[in-house]
């Protein structure tokens, strides 16, 4: 039932930009203090993007400062990426993630691509 779904990913050249979505719904919906963008590169391990912590405040992978920003809207139950001058190491899977009653969930991923 409970579930996040991540929206927005595609094929872009360096430089470009995309914007994330991920909504969640069923028991996590409305839980949004602690929630967060990971993204995998083939062969590597799934690394923190950027995130909210659970007290609000926000942190960026260093990669990404000054290019990504994350958002939210309460309302609509949805956290944005915003990726600006997208590079091709960007490359990977992105995923959102919250914690909830210490378990975490995960949404299936988006795949980006950014060409040089």
């Known amino acids: 039932q409970a579930q996040l779904v991540e929206s927005g990913g595609g094929l872009v050249q360096a430089g470009g930009s995309l914007r994330l979505s991920c909504v969640a719904s069923g028991r996590i919906r409305g839980v949004n203090n602690a929630m967060g963008w990971y993204r995998q590169a083939p062969g590597k391990q799934r690394d923190l993007v950027a995130s909210?912590?659970?007290?609000?405040?926000?942190i960026y992978a260093d990669s990404v400062k000054d290019r990504f920003t994350i958002s939210r809207n309460r309302a609509r139950d949805t956290v944005y990426l915003q990726m600006n001058s997208l590079k091709p190491e960007d490359t990977a899977v992105y995923y959102c993630?919250?914690?909830?009653?210490?378990?975490?969930?995960w949404g299936r991923g988006t795949q980006v691509t950014v060409s040089s």
């Open positions: 909210f912590t659970r007290d609000g405040n926000t």
């Open positions: 993630k919250t914690l909830f009653a210490g378990i975490e969930y």
